[in-house]
């Protein structure tokens, strides 16, 4: 019983994470109509964004997060502005190739300036909290409270902003926002910002729960994109939904299957939901 | 002297592989806009099951069986086959982004297969002894017989490839490709063309990586990294032109001697450097990928000058009845 | 002074023209009918207006001002919106919501537009925190219209308003669109209810195959004995 708490624990943590990741993805799917291939690999950018402020300036990785985020939002939008801008005239599929080729390149450049070694924020172990025989660390304290709060400020930014509202419109369908007189360029800069702000925030989580590497963000993508399928393409609502349920499945098959095989296990679950319901699985209309 | 003849040799034959992979996904994207990622995936299964079934018995890993080379490269086609068969059964019916994200999937499973199932694979120490082919009959300068070999194997595949192209089948690929309302109005089950495709570029894939193994007699994760391999397959057939067979066979040519070429320049790079110069190189495929896209998508042979010179020939064809 | 004059424009989706030569013109206060065959290119020449079709030759005119070839957000911004024929709510936004994306690019206060709009289609206000897509299709071209209104327009372009609705919402419908213009703002329609179409439009054109086949007065095309043959039952 124990051992099954603890790896809700560990689930909803990971969970977190993903949801992070899987919400930016399902928001730039739903308005950009194309799977973001790069998405992991924004992960790992704001990570190493986060990591350089933390050596440079000798701060906290919290305080150095706002810097990440910031940076990696930047890096998004510029990437769109001068790449994926110029391929939104011909078939999206060329958008995907495109964003494979900045994932590798994103990866590169990363691997150029930091080497292909692991690093982390902070050396030493942190000491868990013991709770009724459950381990509690800080950073899982941290980053489940910061995505929910993470959560809550996207939910009333897509619900109460003109912004916001803009881009639920472009999602339902962008041709008619277009001849509504949206401006859609603007609301496209705007979903990078916030895509590539939540990646990265997911990838400073991530390196915080783990610790940084090249690969770390890729190696997610997996998880990500099966969280956005079982949430249903296009709804952020169901994408948290999602990425919670596959962290907490992926973190309930390491006592049956070797941990290595967790990115598996979200693999055979994305399957599985898009065998019975390609729609996503949960009801109702999309939002 | 000699020794720069066999290595234009060796790499002729590594170019031959490319040339196969490329002519592969030019089934899947470029005739039938089905978009693969796992092409390392289902290179690595046929590198694999031809290593396993022809090397000698080991304890390394499991088998090898010693059975004849041919058996291998049959066996790594069914089997990569077979897989392709399955991931198209669940996603190619859905929306044609799924095929993508499934086959990360495909490529993430074959990695962690390789490296964490020693047993299977040898895991991270690879597997080693794979037999080659010709060995005894040219006392070890297989490389001419492997060449040649390779060249026939591609022609075949090429001369199959521009046969089915031209064909009524290459037709409706193309029409399931741009979702032409007519070819599925006429009762063409596009579902069905768009698995038949990508089983035989997984099938073809699958025979490219049994012949690396014999090759190289050896693979492991690391000699081979299946994202790299994928990538430089995508680059090549969009700098080649997707949709052309010809195309693809130039652009592996092409990509592969710039992607060599870097390897020499960045080898003059200081040594504290050199162990980064692999981002580098991939950096600079990346941007040359980008910039293609941006500026000529159709490539070097686009398949519209393919289809205009077929066009022109069955029109002399018509002019001679 | 036409507010809207469409000067012998040709245009099309790839290579071949869908527009042979189209000329309408809408002065202020009217409200103007398109009918003619399916796919004669009534559509298409709504596009054309809003820069959603490539016009090869030929010029588009609005309030003294060339609007040729702008972008739709462009042609938004200089007074006319849009009412497309199909797909034409944001389904999973509220009803409020889709009024409000009408008005995305006022900066100024539009409540009192809102409220006009709610004043009109009063169901809406009822409705106005339901998805627009669980609504019935007459309160959807409702919402459609509302959107378009939300801007103020002088013009506004209505493709098929009627279409696919039950007979007694098409009346309604046609009601709607005679209160918006008594509200003075001029409305070029297509419509596939002809008869009832041309019976409250002060101008009618009839496009066949991407021309003009004919144009007069509602009445004069209601009367005409080739046009009842063509689209009136006889
Ligand atoms: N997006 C498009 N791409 C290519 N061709 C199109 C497109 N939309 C319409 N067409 C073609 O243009 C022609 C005119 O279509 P249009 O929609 O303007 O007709 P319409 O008069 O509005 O007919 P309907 O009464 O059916 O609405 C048709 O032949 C149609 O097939
Ligand atoms: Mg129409």
Same mark, same amino acid.
């Given at each position: 019983?124990?051992?099954?708490?603890?790896?809700?624990?560990?689930?909803?943590?990971?969970?977190?994470?993903?949801?992070?990741?899987?919400?930016?993805?399902?928001?730039?799917?739903?308005?950009?109509?194309?799977?973001?291939?790069?998405?992991?690999?924004?992960?790992?950018?704001?990570?190493?964004?986060?990591?350089?402020?933390?050596?440079?300036?000798?701060?906290?990785?919290?305080?150095?997060?706002?810097?990440?985020?910031?940076?990696?939002?930047?890096?998004?939008?510029?990437?769109?502005?001068?790449?994926?801008?110029?391929?939104?005239?011909?078939?999206?599929?060329?958008?995907?190739?495109?964003?494979?080729?900045?994932?590798?390149?994103?990866?590169?450049?990363?691997?150029?300036?930091?080497?292909?070694?692991?690093?982390?924020?902070?050396?030493?172990?942190?000491?868990?909290?013991?709770?009724?025989?459950?381990?509690?660390?800080?950073?899982?304290?941290?980053?489940?409270?910061?995505?929910?709060?993470?959560?809550?400020?996207?939910?009333?930014?897509?619900?109460?902003?003109?912004?916001?509202?803009?881009?639920?419109?472009?999602?339902?369908?962008?041709?008619?926002?277009?001849?509504?007189?949206?401006?859609?360029?603007?609301?496209?800069?705007?979903?990078?910002?916030?895509?590539?702000?939540?990646?990265?925030?997911?990838?400073?989580?991530?390196?915080?729960?783990?610790?940084?590497?090249?690969?770390?963000?890729?190696?997610?993508?997996?998880?990500?994109?099966?969280?956005?399928?079982?949430?249903?393409?296009?709804?952020?609502?169901?994408?948290?939904?999602?990425?919670?349920?596959?962290?907490?499945?992926?973190?309930?098959?390491?006592?049956?299957?070797?941990?290595?095989?967790?990115?598996?296990?979200?693999?055979?679950?994305?399957?599985?939901?898009?065998?019975?319901?390609?729609?996503?699985?949960?009801?109702?209309?999309?939002? | 002297?000699?020794?720069?003849?066999?290595? #234009?040799?060796?790499?002729?034959?590594?170019?031959?592989?490319?040339?196969?992979?490329?002519?592969?996904?030019?089934?899947?994207?470029?005739?039938?806009?089905?978009?693969?990622?796992?092409?390392?995936?289902?290179? #690595?299964?046929?590198?694999?099951?031809?290593?396993?079934?022809?090397?000698?018995?080991?304890?390394?890993?499991?088998?090898?069986?010693?059975?004849?080379?041919?058996?291998?490269?049959?066996?790594?086609?069914?089997?990569?086959?077979?897989?392709?068969?399955?991931?198209?059964?669940?996603?190619?019916?859905?929306?044609?982004?799924?095929?993508?994200?499934?086959?990360?999937?495909?490529?993430?499973?074959?990695?962690?297969?390789?490296?964490?199932?020693?047993?299977?694979?040898?895991?991270?120490?690879?597997?080693?002894?794979?037999?080659?082919?010709?060995?005894?009959?040219?006392?070890?300068?297989? %490389?001419?017989?492997?060449?040649?070999?390779?060249?026939?194997?591609?022609?075949?595949?090429?001369?199959?490839?521009?046969?089915?192209?031209?064909?009524?089948?290459?037709?409706?690929?193309?029409?399931?490709? %741009?979702?032409?309302?007519?070819?599925? #109005?006429?009762?063409?089950?596009?579902?069905?063309?768009?698995?038949? #495709?990508?089983?035989?570029?997984?099938?073809?894939?699958?025979?490219?990586?049994?012949?690396?193994?014999?090759?190289?007699?050896?693979?492991?994760?690391?000699?081979?990294?299946?994202?790299?391999?994928?990538?430089?397959?995508?680059?090549?057939?969009?700098?080649?032109?997707?949709?052309?067979?010809?195309?693809?066979?130039?652009?592996?040519?092409?990509?592969?001697?710039?992607?060599?070429?870097?390897?020499?320049?960045?080898?003059?790079?200081?040594?504290?450097?050199?162990?980064?110069?692999?981002?580098?190189?991939?950096?600079?495929?990346?941007?040359?990928?980008?910039?293609?896209?941006?500026?000529?998508?159709?490539?070097?042979?686009?398949?519209?000058?393919?289809?205009?010179?077929?066009?022109?020939?069955? %029109?002399?064809?018509?002019?001679?009845? | 002074?036409?507010?809207?004059?469409?000067?012998?424009?040709?245009?099309?989706?790839?290579?071949?023209?869908?527009?042979?030569?189209?000329?309408?013109?809408?002065?202020?206060?009217?409200?103007?009918?398109?009918?003619?065959?399916?796919? +004669?290119?009534?559509?298409?020449?709504?596009?054309?207006?809003?820069?959603?079709?490539?016009?090869?030759?030929? =010029?588009?005119?609005?309030?003294?001002?060339?609007?040729?070839?702008?972008?739709?957000?462009?042609?938004?911004?200089?007074?006319?919106?849009?009412?497309?024929?199909?797909?034409?709510?944001?389904?999973?936004?509220?009803?409020?919501?889709?009024?409000?994306?009408?008005?995305?690019?006022?900066?100024?206060?539009?409540?009192?537009?809102?409220?006009?709009?709610?004043?009109?289609?009063?169901?809406?206000?009822?409705?106005? =925190?339901?998805?627009?897509?669980?609504?019935?299709?007459?309160?959807?071209?409702?919402?459609?219209?509302?959107?378009?209104?939300?801007?103020?327009?002088?013009?506004?372009?209505?493709?098929?308003?009627? +279409?696919?609705?039950?007979? +007694?919402?098409?009346?309604?419908?046609?009601?709607?669109?005679?209160?918006?213009? *008594?509200?003075?703002?001029?409305?070029?329609?297509?419509?596939?209810?002809?008869?009832?179409? /041309?019976?409250?439009?002060?101008?009618?054109?009839? /496009?066949?195959?991407? =021309?003009?086949?004919?144009?007069?007065?509602?009445?004069?095309? /209601?009367?005409? =004995?080739?046009? +009842?043959?063509?689209?009136? *039952?006889?």
């Amino acid at each position: 019983m124990i051992d099954f708490l603890q790896l809700t624990i560990y689930g909803i943590v990971l969970g977190s994470i993903i949801s992070l990741g899987a919400v930016g993805l399902s928001l730039i799917y739903g308005i950009l109509r194309f799977p973001h291939f790069a998405h992991g690999d924004l992960f790992t950018l704001g990570a190493y964004m986060a990591f350089v402020v933390v050596v440079f300036f000798n701060v906290p990785v919290l305080v150095a997060l706002p810097f990440g985020v910031a940076l990696t939002a930047l890096v998004a939008v510029a990437i769109d502005q001068t790449v994926y801008r110029r391929l939104r005239k011909v078939k999206p599929v060329i958008l995907l190739i495109a964003s494979v080729g900045i994932a590798l390149i994103l990866r590169s450049v990363i691997q150029l300036v930091w080497g292909s070694g692991n690093r982390v924020y902070e050396a030493g172990i942190q000491m868990p909290h013991l709770w009724m025989g459950l381990r509690i660390q800080n950073d899982h304290l941290i980053i489940v409270g910061g995505t929910i709060l993470l959560v809550i400020a996207l939910h009333l930014f897509l619900q109460k902003t003109k912004v916001g509202k803009a881009m639920r419109a472009m999602s339902d369908n962008s041709d008619l926002a277009q001849v509504t007189g949206i401006d859609v360029n603007r609301i496209i800069i705007w979903t990078w910002i916030i895509g590539g702000g939540l990646a990265a925030v997911a990838g400073i989580f991530l390196a915080m729960d783990t610790r940084l590497h090249p690969v770390m963000g890729w190696r997610l993508l997996l998880p990500v994109f099966a969280a956005a399928i079982l949430g249903g393409i296009g709804r952020p609502y169901g994408a948290i939904a999602g990425g919670i349920i596959i962290g907490l499945v992926q973190e309930y098959s390491t006592p049956f299957l070797s941990p290595a095989y967790k990115p598996a296990i979200a693999f055979a679950l994305m399957i599985l939901v898009l065998i019975v319901r390609p729609t996503g699985i949960f009801v109702g209309r999309k939002v | 002297m000699l020794g720069l003849i066999d290595y #234009a040799i060796f790499s002729l034959c590594i170019v031959g592989i490319y040339g196969l992979l490329s002519l592969a996904l030019n089934i899947q994207w470029g005739m039938t806009g089905l978009f693969n990622i796992g092409i390392g995936a289902f290179f #690595a299964i046929g590198g694999y099951t031809s290593g396993i079934l022809t090397s000698p018995e080991t304890t390394a890993h499991v088998g090898g069986f010693g059975m004849p080379i041919p058996v291998g490269l049959l066996a790594a086609m069914v089997l990569s086959a077979a897989i392709g068969l399955l991931v198209g059964l669940v996603t190619l019916n859905l929306r044609a982004d799924y095929l993508a994200i499934a086959t990360i999937g495909i490529a993430e499973i074959i990695r962690l297969i390789l490296q964490n199932e020693g047993w299977l694979t040898g895991g991270v120490r690879g597997m080693a002894n794979i037999p080659r082919p010709f060995e005894q009959i040219t006392g070890g300068q297989f %490389e001419w017989a492997f060449l040649v070999m390779l060249i026939v194997i591609i022609g075949v595949v090429f001369l199959a490839l521009e046969a089915a192209r031209t064909s009524a089948w290459g037709r409706v690929l193309r029409a399931v490709r %741009e979702n032409e309302p007519t070819a599925l #109005a006429s009762g063409k089950d596009a579902t069905r063309f768009r698995l038949e #495709a990508f089983v035989v570029g997984c099938a073809i894939m699958g025979l490219a990586g049994a012949l690396y193994a014999h090759l190289f007699s050896f693979i492991s994760p690391e000699a081979f990294e299946p994202m790299l391999a994928t990538f430089l397959v995508w680059v090549m057939l969009i700098a080649g032109g997707s949709g052309n067979n010809k195309g693809a066979l130039l652009g592996a040519l092409v990509i592969w001697a710039i992607w060599s070429g870097t390897q020499i320049l960045t080898g003059y790079l200081p040594a504290e450097l050199a162990t980064r110069a692999g981002a580098l190189r991939i950096i600079l495929i990346g941007v040359l990928l980008i910039v293609l896209l941006v500026t000529r998508p159709e490539g070097m042979l686009s398949e519209e000058s393919d289809r205009r010179r077929d066009r022109r020939r069955e %029109e002399r064809e018509d002019l001679k009845d | 002074m036409s507010l809207l004059s469409v000067e012998g424009i040709y245009g099309g989706y790839g290579d071949v023209d869908i527009l042979n030569g189209v000329n309408i013109h809408v002065d202020p206060g009217e409200i103007v009918v398109i009918i003619g065959p399916n796919g +004669a290119g009534k559509s298409t020449a709504m596009k054309a207006v809003f820069g959603l079709v490539k016009v090869r030759e030929g =010029r588009i005119v609005y309030q003294d001002k060339p609007i040729t070839n702008l972008r739709p957000d462009q042609v938004v911004k200089s007074g006319i919106c849009y009412v497309p024929q199909e797909n034409n709510v944001f389904p999973t936004l509220t009803v409020q919501e889709n009024l409000e994306m009408g008005a995305f690019i006022r900066n100024d206060d539009y409540s009192a537009d809102l409220k006009k709009v709610y004043e009109l289609f009063p169901v809406l206000h009822e409705k106005r =925190r339901q998805q627009a897509g669980a609504l019935s299709g007459g309160q959807r071209q409702m919402v459609a219209m509302g959107r378009a209104l939300m801007l103020d327009p002088k013009l506004i372009l209505l493709d098929e308003p009627t +279409a696919g609705l039950a007979p +007694a919402i098409v009346d309604l419908m046609f009601e709607n669109i005679k209160k918006i213009n *008594g509200l003075g703002v001029s409305i070029l329609m297509v419509e596939q209810n002809a008869k009832q179409a /041309l019976a409250m439009s002060h101008r009618g054109y009839v /496009l066949t195959t991407g =021309r003009n086949r004919f144009e007069d007065t509602g009445k004069n095309l /209601l009367a005409n =004995r080739e046009v +009842a043959e063509m689209f009136l *039952g006889g």
